[in-house]
């Protein structure tokens, strides 16, 4: 897990990461931030100890999407589940929630519960991350109960929901933190 930036580089960062999905050009560019000296660059003449953070960011993000098609803008809920596991797992939490958000927004239902559900656990990685314990704690408490013996698109969300919980309850009792892998697409159903 890295710690995300200060708002205005976080937001500009993020906002850089989601385009890589779909534009080759903020792709590029991702990678070329995974280097010291772009980073820099792009942080022209702002704080420059956030330059090795921005940098790992980017670098992370880069190797994530790297051979990875790009994809038609907006993603249906399918392909942002797609693309927040492949964030997810690279720990860029934040843009897992970033991703999943305008997903949320317009679900209802059992598939908006499973939603903020994931969005929570995502957030509350990402305060983990930041060192906000109280904060990571909570989410990942709320997150396990939303997640529950729940599915989302196929995607059994109950083996994560323990993993949230898990994590819950290493924070609670100051024990090393295992991050769960990522719900991942559900088999189909075999014909009957």
């Known amino acids: 897990?890295?710690?995300?930036?200060?708002?205005a580089l976080r937001n500009r960062l993020a906002g850089t990461i989601l385009a890589a999905l779909h534009d080759g050009r903020a792709r590029a560019e991702l990678a070329s931030l995974a280097a010291r000296e772009a980073a820099?660059?792009?942080l022209a003449g702002g704080d420059g100890r956030w330059t090795s953070a921005l940098s790992e960011r980017a670098r992370r993000a880069s190797a994530a999407l790297s051979g990875r098609p790009l994809r038609a803008a907006p993603a249906d809920l399918a392909t942002a589940?797609?693309?927040?596991?492949?964030?997810?797992?690279?720990?860029?939490?934040?843009?897992?929630?970033?991703?999943?958000?305008?997903h949320w927004v317009t679900s209802r239902g059992d598939t908006r519960e499973?939603?903020?559900?994931?969005?929570?656990?995502?957030?509350?990685?990402?305060?983990?991350?930041?060192?906000?314990?109280?904060?990571?704690?909570?989410?990942?408490?709320?997150?396990?109960?939303?997640l529950h013996e729940r599915r989302v698109l196929g995607r059994d969300l109950d083996p994560f929901a323990r993993g949230a919980a898990a994590a819950a309850a290493a924070v609670a009792a100051g024990t090393p933190v295992r991050v769960p892998p990522f719900p991942g697409p559900g088999l189909p159903s075999p014909p009957f």
């Open 40 to 42: 820099e660059r792009w």
């Open 114 to 146: 499973a939603l903020q559900g994931l969005i929570q656990a995502a957030v509350g990685f990402q305060h983990l991350a930041n060192g906000n314990l109280a904060g990571a704690r909570s989410l990942l408490v709320e997150a396990a109960g939303r």
């Open 81 to 102: 589940l797609d693309d927040a596991a492949v964030l997810f797992e690279a720990g860029l939490h934040f843009e897992v929630h970033e991703i999943l958000e305008p």
């Open 1 to 7: 897990m890295i710690p995300t930036l200060p708002l």
